[in-house]
Nanobody
Framework: QVQLVESGGGLVQAGGSLRLSCVVS????????MGWFRQAPGKEREFVAAINWSGGTIDYADSVKGRFTISRDNAKNTVFLQMNSLKPEDTAVYYCAARFSGGSTYAAHFPAYFSYWGQGTQVTVSS
């Protein structure tokens, strides 16, 4: 019923920028929390950034703090990840995720907190 579709990935040189988008369909965009995760080959899926329904609570992984910005436009049912000053170690498949229930303790750093996931978009940063 709920679908999340990421876009905006691609190949970029180190120091460059990309803007990822995630469009939510099948449900009113009123998610309690949206998150971005990434996964490189042979590694666990790791937390990147998260934002709550109002945008009042935003979290970033230490590795991306100061370089990445998460935002959401509820009117457009879209969450964004602006990625600046990209590094080769940022290379991964990036996934967006959504949670619609606010009944649990906020724990957006953990994949299990989210109920719905997109298909992922590849980001490759060359040196």
């Amino acid at each position: 019923q709920v679908q999340l579709v990421e876009s905006g990935g691609g190949l970029v040189q180190a120091g460059g920028s990309l803007r990822l988008s995630c469009v939510v369909s099948g449900r009113t965009f009123s998610s309690y929390a949206m998150g971005w995760f990434r996964q490189a080959p042979g590694k666990e899926r790791e937390f990147v950034a998260a934002i709550n329904w109002s945008g009042g609570t935003i979290d970033y992984a230490d590795s991306v703090k100061g370089r990445f910005t998460i935002s959401r436009d509820n009117a457009k049912n879209t969450v964004f990840l602006q990625m600046n000053s990209l590094k080769p170690e940022d290379t991964a498949v990036y996934y967006c995720a959504a949670r619609f229930s606010g009944g649990s303790t906020y724990a957006a750093h953990f994949p299990a907190y989210f109920s719905y996931w997109g298909q992922g978009t590849q980001v490759t940063v060359s040196s």
